[in-house]
Each structure stands twice: as C-alpha cells, then as structure tokens.
C-alpha cells in the first residue's frame, strides 16, 4: 500500500503538499500538481474509498475467481471465507465469468477496497503482466506459479492422471461390476 509520505519523497515535496493536491483543497503550483499526480501514478496509489475511508472494522482479503456457482471455486471460496474470519478478516469476492478481458477490471475494483492481499485466479496467464505494480501480497489460486507471483496454490491434474492410471494398471483392475443396492464398492488405491 502506498502511503503519502512515499508520494511526498517521490515527488520531493511536504506531506501536507501531496496531502493538499490529492483532495483538491487548498493551493499548490501547477508545476506541484503534475509531480505530485506524477509521483502517486508512478507508485500506483489508489484512494481510499468512502468505505474504508469511514474505517473499516477489520482487514480484508480479495478474492477473484471464473466463476461463483462452479463447484470447485465455491468450494475454495468456503476454505478461504472460514480460514480468513477465523483469522478476523474479511472476504471481498469477484468473478471474471471466464472472460480474460474483465479480470483486470475485476482486479481493479478489488484493489479501491484495499484489501491486504489478493488470492487470484487467472483465465489468462497475461493478465498478471497487465496488473499494477503496486499490489498487496498475492497468491495464485489453481494457477501454476509466474515469475510476478511465485505463490501459488494448485492441483497438479497431470501428474493426478498418472498415478490413477499408474494405480489401475499396478492391480490389472477391470471394471467394476454394478454397485448391488445396499453394498458399497471398494477402494483398492
């Protein structure tokens, strides 16, 4: 989070300068507005929203997912709302609707909250280039790792594969018979 004091130094002005030019209140040179805009663009400041200008209770985290209904989404969102309000934080929720196009926007909104971490999953492996610099701690979600977000948290499906493919072939398993009403099958992995 970029506070007003690196705006300040950035732009080598007084707190109360960057202070006055961010809020529109009082007077500054031309010459000091553009430096101080200047500077708070470069750092990627982002004014606090009415919400959490008021003072929001207790931290947030942002949350971005394809899609809400989709079952292994609302199943880590459930993880992640009860990890997180265990922990006395709160869950701020988006979707891109698998659309690459709208995760930047999605991001973005996140972000005017100003949320003290982001759990991201990506449809598209180039939005994480086109994100701001300037944000809280991150983590993937079901995306592999990149150079700009080495956290991340995944399934590895591939290598899944293998081993239930690996596992059926070690017991040369032919398929099972019809479950019987009232018996369960068995579990031989």
Avoid: W
């Amino acid at each position: 989070m970029v506070t007003l004091q690196q705006i300040a130094f950035h732009a080598g002005c007084s707190l109360a300068t960057v202070s006055r030019v961010l809020k529109g209140e009082g007077t500054a040179s031309d010459e000091m507005v553009r430096r101080v805009r200047r500077a708070a663009a470069e750092l990627g400041y982002r004014p606090r929203s009415p919400a959490s200008a008021g003072g929001r209770n207790r931290p947030v985290v942002g949350v971005l997912v394809p899609s809400v209904p989709n079952p292994v989404f609302a199943a880590s969102l459930a993880g992640i709302q009860h990890r997180l309000q265990a922990a006395k934080h709160g869950v701020l929720i988006a979707q891109s609707n698998y659309d690459p196009g709208s995760e930047t926007a999605a991001v973005a909104a996140l972000l005017e909250q100003r949320p003290t971490g982001l759990i991201l999953t990506l449809c598209n492996a180039e939005t994480s280039q086109a994100l701001s610099a300037a944000l809280p701690p991150t983590v993937l979600l079901n995306n592999r790792p990149v150079a700009r977000f080495p956290a991340a948290v995944t399934v590895d499906n591939h290598r899944a594969g293998y081993e239930i493919t690996r596992c059926i072939l070690q017991h040369r398993h032919s398929p099972l018979p019809e479950p019987v009403e009232g018996r369960s099958t068995r579990s031989f992995c």
